[in-house]
């Protein structure tokens, strides 16, 4: 039983760092205006995910080092400030969409102004990180978050043509009236949902955490092989419910409440319910982990005492900089900038950022004196080059995408 509950960082890192406000507002989006053919993206992303991830987690339970230490002795001060500096700028940036986000579904519940909500989100998401125990957090939001398995069982309960979803999904079509530049920027936007690089460094740090070492590898395997695909499952799942749903009505999704209409045409007041706390619980997971990775990367750079379960008197900096992350990102929200927009940019963004914190953990994982006989397998590392060859191009195109799409609109 205890070994069940262990498999908890892996659920959660799906559940609230996979299904995020990235992956729901861009899965409902895509599944709306482009039918099922955008899936091979989240399936390519699921895939780098869990084997990026896999290696991340090698790494925490081999060499017993979190990520960024590993990062700074291996490339050097430098190469790692350059790798740290882009990934707090892109973590606080989705972290400002997780506030966001998850007051866009308080607002769908209460019918108050998301701006509202924003700075009782911030707070509550700081005293969460601060007070809760690491356990808590995990297996609580991880549980919560398997609501969302309600997008499933909606359809089921939909008159859905299973046929035409997988020969949609089999045979991808560009839609004349969006063109190859709004097909494939939102074909990135799902590479970013799923490749977030805060889930790799709250992935490899929960394993430090949890004291991971090499008695541990089977485990964390399991963590990664179970965790992301289900992650992934639920992203098709939820693209899914959209084709059904919104798109013969010609619904183009601006806003969460809109993904979750295929819920309650197939399931009613019960079925919002179970959508709307699988929601909530994603995102608030997905705020943790981001204000967790923000403060275990600049902590574990530096060289100052971390760790979530440590009280702020042991690890004080690292406190600080989990409670600057949130200030940050809940001051921006504030400014009333659209949330959603803030999403797609935050994930096309993402994606475009990811060779700099997956490459560093490439090189580690490859290197005897790390990793010793754990190191890379040859079929991993022809498949982690090739997929990081792809993502160096996307993150050549990203930037030009954004501007010629105006971020998807």
């Known amino acids: 039983m205890n070994r069940i509950f262990r498999l908890g960082l892996g659920i959660m890192t ?5 299904v995020d406000i990235g992956n729901l507002v861009t899965s409902g989006i895509t599944g709306a205006r482009f039918g099922m053919s955008l899936t091979w993206a989240i399936i390519v992303g699921t895939i780098g995910m869990t084997l990026y991830g896999e290696m991340a987690g090698r790494v925490a339970a081999v060499a017993r080092r979190p990520v960024f230490q590993a990062i700074r002795e291996r490339l050097g001060v430098r190469t790692a400030m350059l790798n740290l500096v882009a990934f707090v700028l892109l973590a606080l940036l989705t972290l400002a969409a997780e506030i966001g986000g998850l007051a866009l579904i308080l607002e769908v519940v209460t019918g108050l102004n998301y701006l509202v909500w924003v700075p009782l989100i911030g707070a509550a998401m700081w005293l969460v990180v601060w007070r809760w125990p690491f356990s808590l957090i995990e297996n609580l939001f991880g549980l919560l978050g398997l609501a969302l398995l309600v997008f499933v069982v909606a359809l089921f309960v939909l008159p859905t043509d299973w046929g035409a979803l997988g020969r949609n999904a089999t045979h991808p079509w560009v839609p004349a009236q969006d063109g190859h530049p709004m097909y494939f ?17 709250f992935f490899a740090s929960g394993g430090r955490e949890e004291h991971w070492t090499t008695k541990n590898l089977q485990e964390m395997r399991l963590n990664a092989l179970i965790g992301f695909p289900l992650g992934g499952l639920l992203s098709i799942a939820i693209m899914a419910a959209a084709v ?13 409440g809109q993904v979750a209409l295929p819920v309650v045409q197939a399931l009613g007041p019960v079925g919002l319910g179970l959508a709307l706390t699988g929601f909530a ?14 403060g275990y990367s600049i902590s574990q750079y530096f060289g100052w005492q971390w760790g979530k379960d440590r009280p702020p008197r042991e690890a004080p900096r690292f406190h600080l900089a989990c409670l600057g992350a949130v200030l940050v990102a809940t001051a921006f929200i504030l400014t009333s900038i659209d949330p959603i927009t803030v999403t797609v940019v ?22 005897r004196t790390y990793m010793g006989r754990w190191i890379n397998r040859r079929w991993t590392n022809g498949i982690a080059v090739v997929f990081l060859v792809g993502m160096m191009v996307i993150s050549i195109v990203a930037l030009p995408l954004i501007f010629a799409t105006k971020a998807g609109r």
């Open 281 to 294: 619980a994603a995102v608030f997971a997905a705020g943790t982990e981001c204000t967790l990775a923000i």
């Open 14 to 18: 799906s559940i609230g760092g996979f």
């Open 244 to 256: 059904v749903v919104l798109q013969p009505a010609r619904i183009d999704v601006n806003h969460l």
């Open 185 to 201: 920027f939102y074909a990135i936007s799902l590479f970013g949902a799923c490749l977030a690089p805060y889930q790799v460094v």
């Open 346 to 367: 935050s994930v096309v963004l993402g994606a475009a950022a990811v060779p700099l914190t997956y490459f560093p953990v490439l090189v580690v994982a490859n290197d």
